[in-house]
Nanobody
Framework: QVQVVESGGGLVQPGGSLRLSCAAS????????MAWYRQAPGEQRELVAS???????NYGDSVRGRFTISRNNAQNTAYLQMNSLKPEDTAVYFC????????WGQGTQVTVSS
């Protein structure tokens, strides 16, 4: 059974940094991208960042310049380096493996608060 597992969330002060990790438990055929989404309470899930197999990236407007996505294609892992965190970045962050279908993790909570 395919599993996508996120880690690295937690509580951080405004201006701080966190690095999220995502790993798929076994090789998923025909992956073409991996992405991070987030969902705050009462809000819709939104794209944070994505990266194709070829390295093309896309970022949400609110995180561009502060967050960086990276991947290890051979290991089906993805990372999200989050810098200059703001309270409005507080959300559950989800990893999504994009193939013939989307595979989602359970999410990891990120809380930015003083």
């Amino acid at each position: 059974q395919v599993q996508v597992v996120e880690s690295g969330g937690g509580l951080v002060q405004p201006g701080g940094s966190l690095r999220l990790s995502c790993a798929a438990s076994r090789r998923i055929p025909a992956i073409y991208a991996m992405a991070w989404y987030r969902q705050a309470p009462g809000e819709q899930r939104e794209l944070v960042a994505s990266m194709t197999n070829g390295g093309r990236t896309n970022y949400g407007d609110s995180v561009r310049g502060r967050f960086t996505i990276s991947r290890n294609n051979a290991q089906n892992t993805a990372y999200l380096q989050m810098n200059s965190l703001k309270p409005e970045d507080t959300a559950v962050y989800f990893c999504c493996v994009k193939a013939a279908q989307d595979f989602w993790g359970q999410g990891t909570q990120v809380t930015v608060s003083s």
